[in-house]
């Protein structure tokens, strides 16, 4: 099974600052990860498709990188609707794998 | 605009079963994959397995393998996930998800004697 390793696991930021998350997977996925923003009580929702591409309706705060192995998402100014909890998902192999989240708040 | 809308919360007790559903609208049921996905408390996401919506061919991960079966209702746009011989290690909230876009808003089951 492909490992996918995420960091950090929680994140305090304040309002404008610039968020990253890092998901490293144990193999090659090309670029089959997707990034998604979970609410509590809430139904994940998909941002970053293939680790670069934005979702349709998403706001352009958020942005996926990757290289290699590593894959990342960034907020690029935070806004009080962005907290919540973010996990990343390689569907490049069965069994598709999550990475541990990030729980992000506000400082 | 695309939904999946699961059934309600379940109480059952160790050794029965449960039924989820997971309905789907606004786009073609049988045109993509119905993935399921278990999230126990205070635990990551783990990948079920997922059901071919137009021939109806189930795929299990290992560790869903046996008591855990996936069907559809397609004439309802409807997919239907079944665990027999509920443990207490069933209490989770299970999310059903188009291919790897839209979920639903996830079922609470509490396995409890």
């Known amino acids: 099974d492909i490992q996918v390793t995420q960091s950090p696991s929680s994140l305090l930021a304040s309002l404008g600052e610039r968020v990253t998350i890092t998901c490293q997977t144990s193999?090659?996925?090309?670029?089959?990860l997707n990034w998604y923003q979970q609410k509590p009580g809430q139904a994940p929702m998909l941002l970053i498709y293939y680790a670069t591409s934005l979702q349709t309706g998403m706001t352009s705060r958020f942005s996926g990188q990757y290289s290699g192995r590593s894959f990342t998402l960034t907020i690029t100014s935070l806004e009080p609707e962005d907290i919540a909890n973010y996990f990343c998902?390689?569907?490049?192999?069965?069994?598709?794998?999550f990475g541990g989240g990030t729980k992000l708040e506000l400082k | 605009q695309i939904q999946l809308v699961q059934s309600g919360p379940e109480l059952k007790k160790p050794g029965e079963s449960v039924k989820i559903s997971c309905k789907a609208s606004?786009?073609?049921?049988?045109?993509?994959?119905m993935h399921w996905v278990k999230q126990a408390p205070g635990k990551g996401l783990k990948w079920m397995g997922w059901i071919n919506t137009y021939t109806g061919k189930p795929t299990y991960a290992d560790d869903f393998k046996g008591r855990f079966v996936f069907s559809l209702e397609a004439s309802a746009s409807t997919a239907n996930l079944q665990i027999s011989n509920l443990k207490n290690e069933d209490t989770a909230t299970y999310f059903c998800?188009?291919?790897?876009?839209?979920w639903g808003q996830g079922v609470m089951v509490t396995v409890s004697s």
């Open positions: 193999q090659s996925i090309s670029n089959n």
């Open positions: 998800a188009r291919k790897a876009d839209y």
């Open positions: 998902l390689q569907h490049y192999s069965a069994p598709w794998t």
């Open positions: 606004g786009y073609t049921f049988t045109d993509y994959a």
